[in-house]
């Protein structure tokens, strides 16, 4: 599991998870510290060298990145 703290991350761009299990499929979604909502995102898929480049968030604001195993 990956927990990444984003405050007012750069607009357009998400962040560049590294360290999963190579070839890894996971879950992955925002959370919203201000509402409590999760915002699903598409299954985090590890390349060979085990990152995953997570989409940009939804509105730019502060956010949590989480990432577990399925």
Known sequence: CRIAYMPKPIWGKGLLVKGLSA????????????????????????????NWQAPAAPILQDWILVVEQS
């Open 23 to 50: 070839d890894a499929a996971c879950r992955a979604f925002y959370f919203d510290p201000a509402t409590g909502t999760e915002y699903e995102l598409p299954e985090a898929k590890a390349d060979e060298q085990g």
